[in-house]
């Protein structure tokens, strides 16, 4: 998923998906160790002339549950909000469930933008660096946010320091 979000956000033709969601990013194979992403209908095509461009995005486009702050308060946005959409369904990965699943996707995606984050609860190998990635993939200021390149080169230094028959167990059914 991140190498196709790279590939998605790589400039000068960035394309912003706008509603990353487990249900838009299919499994390949039954192993789920290819993913890809699908559903481009609210996506964005978007050239790029500086980096640092905040594209002229605004309002509430995508799934409230996995939606960033700023799409929520209607305020400018850029690629960074996919990032921010990662971060929720990596959170969703790591425990077994949607991010804030007792409230309705209206109310998580307001709570949200109010600052609040999902609290972990999962324990196990390896769990403390993708907290930790989720919590700069889903930091309030998009800038702060990583690229999806920074991403997938952190993915795979946390996936060459995993013992070769690793499996990802994290959450408890």
């Known amino acids: 998923m991140t190498r196709g979000m790279a590939c ?21 194979n039954s192993n789920a160790d290819h993913l890809k992403v699908g559903d481009f209908g609210l996506s964005k ?10 594209y002229k995005m605004t309002g509430e486009t995508g799934s409230y549950r996995y939606m960033a702050p700023e799409v929520f308060k209607h305020r400018k946005y850029d690629k960074k909000v ?18 804030f699943s ?8 307001k709570y949200v933008a109010e600052g ?10 390896n769990v403390f ?8 993939c889903w930091a309030a200021d998009m800038n702060r946010r990583p690229t999806f390149l920074e991403i997938l080169k952190r ?9 070769t028959d690793h499996h990802w167990h994290i959450f408890n059914p």
């Open 8 to 28: 998605l956000h790589n400039e000068p033709n960035v394309i912003v998906h706008r509603d990353l969601k487990p249900r838009n990013v299919l499994l390949v």
């Open 116 to 125: 609040h984050r999902p609290t972990f609860r999962s324990k196990g190998f």
């Open 82 to 99: 996919d990032v921010f959409s990662f971060a929720m369904i990596l959170y969703e990965m790591l425990e077994g469930e949607p991010p």
């Open 155 to 163: 993915l795979e230094k946390i996936k060459e320091n995993l013992p």
């Open 45 to 54: 095509l978007v050239k790029v002339q500086n980096s640092h461009d905040v």
């Open 102 to 109: 007792n409230f309705e996707p209206y109310e998580a995606a």
């Open 129 to 136: 660096e993708l907290r930790e990635l989720t919590d700069q």
